[in-house]
């Protein structure tokens, strides 16, 4: 997936510099279980380990949800939800790196609903029972189970409100393609995905929900929403929904995704496996987690600070961090700068929960803290900034590879996406006598400066077909290389 010939047109005296070629992930930053875990399946599945970290990551900020959180001053605090989106054609590896991360925590899940289904047959005959008995007896209505969701698959607005508001310690939605879920809001163009986009953004920072049924006049509140987001993407897909939608852009839902698009090469037979001894260490870390959160309430979660060393280092990364954002050239970049900083103290919150369930510090039984430590390290804080530095050299590079600012959409454009998606090509001289056109009253001159726009943006491209029977071609356009396949990845060199 070579993004410099296609979303962008990337200055030549840029296109070789270190911020436009892929980095190593740094998995030094984490700790044995975790890190192992990592490294043995990527070795296993024969992907780089970019593939599995984020969405590790994403995961556990999930488990995390409200049973902890971060104070960086008396009045500024942060939750660990990570919102991690993999960036890769198909076959790629994106699908195993992220199930690997996962597959725990669904098996947690299954178990709930196992446990749920059982107090459910329980609840049913109490209230058979409380029906019989209620005309003359005094027992009290029993009240119905509330299933504990580990996982969201279904994203819509209403679901997911009602689960946060029954789960208040916060949920990780997965999807394995999140094409659905970023395509759902094309209702924006509308007016109707506006509410749901806002609804999104303001769940980032864990702001309370409040939501109005549309059945039953049944008023939804969520006062702790806490949620992460793991899933992939194909290129393609993403190049055509940001086409669509460049105030993705401009509302700041792409800047709250740490998005990440490892090399994309053959996966080969191995004979690599991951121990059962590693195995069992990241399956040992999600049941810790999930112990946490029954023993910790929501409204009274950890809170830990940073040491005094630790809050020179953060001063000094939160004061570069800022001053950098003035350096881009597009409000994409600065956008995805700014939410650096929330994502350090994120990240750090995050690996320091983890060190300590790792470190055997943690104990269930405690009743100060639960043997978390208070304070997060210097060396906890400087693996966090090191990963949020590899993450803004990332999206920097996939920013650049998106072109400076998003594709400029009207009626025009939309539509003509809209045809390519449907058709798989057109062919500009018949556009002008199509119904979409003539309905929109949309003159020759508009129509052909959307075609002229979208080749500029690369989003599309042309060639001329010859006419088999004689007399002149035509010409046709479909989506570029990119928008279609994606099958270009840069190599990890190692350098």
């Known amino acids: 997936m070579n993004f410099s010939h296609s979303l962008s047109n990337i200055p030549t005296d840029r296109s070789l510099s270190a911020e436009n070629l892929w980095q190593p992930f740094p998995i030094e930053v984490f700790r044995d279980k975790t890190g192992n875990f990592i490294q043995e399946t990527a070795g296993a599945i024969g992907i780089d380990p970019a593939f599995i970290a984020p969405p590790v990551l994403s995961a556990l900020s999930g488990l995390i949800g409200r049973s902890c959180g971060i104070a960086l001053k008396r009045n500024y605090s942060e939750i660990p939800s990570i919102w991690a989106l993999t960036l890769a054609p198909s076959g790629s590896g994106k699908s195993p790196g992220i199930d690997a991360a996962i597959a725990p925590i669904r098996q947690c899940q299954q178990l709930e609903d196992e446990r749920y289904k059982k107090n459910r047959l329980k609840y049913e005959e109490k209230m058979r029972e ?221 690996l320091h929960v983890i060190e300590n369930m790792e470190s055997g510090t943690y104990n269930a039984s405690k009743v100060e803290q639960h043997g978390i430590s208070m304070e997060v390290s210097v060396q906890t804080l400087r693996s966090a900034i090191r990963l949020i530095e590899w993450f803004k050299l990332e999206s920097m590079r996939l920013l650049a590879s998106f072109r400076s600012q998003p594709p400029r959409t009207n009626r025009g454009t939309m539509a003509i996406i809209d045809l390519i998606q449907n058709r798989g090509s057109i062919v500009k001289s018949d556009l002008h006598s199509l119904r979409v056109f003539r309905n929109a009253d949309m003159p020759a001159e508009v129509i052909d400066a959307a075609l002229s726009e979208l080749c500029h943006q690369g989003v599309i491209e042309s060639d001329f077909v010859q006419n088999p029977r004689g007399g002149s071609g035509k010409e046709h356009f479909r989506f570029s290389t990119f928008a279609g396949s994606g099958s270009e990845t840069p190599k990890n060199t190692g350098e």
Request: aromatic fraction near 8%.
């Open 130 to 350: 409380y029906n019989r008995q209620k005309d003359g007896g005094s027992e009290k209505r029993p009240t119905a189970p509330v299933p504990h969701q580990l996982l969201i698959d279904d994203a819509t607005t209403e679901a997911v409100a009602e689960i946060l508001a029954n789960n208040p310690h916060g949920c990780l939605l997965f999807q394995d393609e999140l094409a659905g879920f970023l395509g759902g809001f094309d209702a924006y163009r509308s007016g109707g995905g506006g509410k749901d986009l806002s609804f999104w953004l303001s769940l980032f920072d864990g702001t309370s929900v409040r939501i109005n049924r549309k059945t039953g006049n049944k008023l939804i509140t969520a006062p702790t929403p806490a949620i992460a987001i793991c899933g992939g993407i194909q290129p393609g897909m993403m190049g055509r929904i940001l086409a669509k939608n460049p105030h993705f852009f401009d509302a700041g839902l792409i800047a709250r995704f740490l998005i990440t698009c490892p090399p994309s090469l053959p996966i080969m037979w191995t004979e690599r496996e991951v121990s059962e001894q590693t195995e069992q260490g990241y399956k040992h870390i999600v049941q810790q987690l999930l112990g946490l959160r029954r023993i910790i309430s929501p409204e009274r979660p950890i809170v830990v600070t940073l040491s005094n060393e630790a809050k020179k280092i953060w001063e000094e990364f939160f004061n570069g961090n800022a001053a950098g954002q003035y350096t881009r050239e597009t409000e994409a970049e600065r956008a995805a700068l700014a939410k650096m900083s929330k994502y350090a103290a994120r990240i750090a919150l995050v």
